[in-house]
């Protein structure tokens, strides 16, 4: 109805085994995991491109902690039960339905209403504004054998983006607006290492100072000769010298 606000965590309640949600990737501690409900995501983000594109108002929505592979950056929506939503308000003149479908691996969302005097159709332009660039984690396994690595996380360079909002109505643009401004963490990339049957070798070195006593042979007693008579040194002038300094000095002029 107009002027009433959806709540994606409302409608969908709680993610339980009980209510029929199964195991699937998420995202948890920098980490894709296994865990009750992955890929509801894929549906609110669907669900979010399809209200924007509506023109309807959003009251709360939040990006994921990475790029997802389904949908560009800025353009998504992550839900968590209790802690994080997606929430948008009617703020058309007349009531909404909202009909989502999947099939074949495609979520279809589509949101049908009166039309009204003006129809804008909406665009996004999304912008890299920079770029995260992933670091390399390594990890022990003491079940792998010794020199052995396995990649058990690709990992993935993370964005910080803004997203426009571009209206336009009778093929031309009418508004763009600023519509969020995202970061999109780094992904680490985990390599595994071995060291299943690995040793560690100590080398310690023994050095051994063997001192030898030095048998000297028997000094002979010096030979005393008699003094030579030293003739007096020959005096000769000095002999004038030439000093010679070069100065250079090189300059560019530019």
């Known amino acids: 109805m107009p002027g009433e606000t959806f709540s994606y965590n409302k409608a969908l309640g709680e993610r339980t085994p009980a209510a029929g949600y199964k195991n699937a990737a998420v995202y948890e501690n920098g980490k894709v995991v296994d865990g009750i409900g992955g890929g509801i995501c894929q ?3 669907t669900l979010y491109n399809a209200v924007l594109k509506a023109n309807l108002g959003i009251v709360e929505r939040r990006n994921h902690q990475f790029v997802t592979s389904y949908i560009p950056a800025g353009q998504d929506a ?8 997606f929430r948008f308000k009617n703020t058309r003149k007349y009531a909404v339905k909202i009909k989502a479908s999947c099939s074949n691996g495609i979520a279809t969302v589509s949101i049908y209403g009166i039309k009204e005097e003006n ?14 660039p ?3 984690k390594y990890e022990e396994n003491k079940n792998l054998a010794a020199g052995t690595e396995k990649v058990s996380q690709v990992g993935a360079n993370g964005v910080i983006t803004e997203t426009y909002l571009v209206k336009s109505l009778n093929g031309k643009i009418v508004s763009r607006t600023l519509l969020s401004k995202d970061t999109y ?6 390599i595994v290492r071995g060291t299943k049957g690995a040793s560690t070798n100590n080398n310690n070195s023994n050095n051994n100072n063997n001192n030898t006593e030095n048998n000297k042979p028997e000094e ?3 030979e ?8 007096p040194e020959e005096i000769k002038p000095p002999i004038e010298e030439n000093s010679s300094i070069e100065n250079t000095n090189n300059r560019n002029i530019k």
């Open 43 to 45: 549906i609110s983000s």
């Open 78 to 85: 992550t839900v968590v039960y209790g802690m994080t939503d």
């Open 119 to 132: 129809e804008y159709s909406i665009s996004f332009d999304t912008r890299t504004i920079s770029t995260i």
């Open 134 to 136: 992933y670091t390399i």
């Open 185 to 190: 963490n780094a992904m680490q990339r985990i």
């Open 220 to 222: 002979k007693p010096e």
């Open 224 to 231: 005393i000769k008699p003094p030579v008579e030293e003739k």
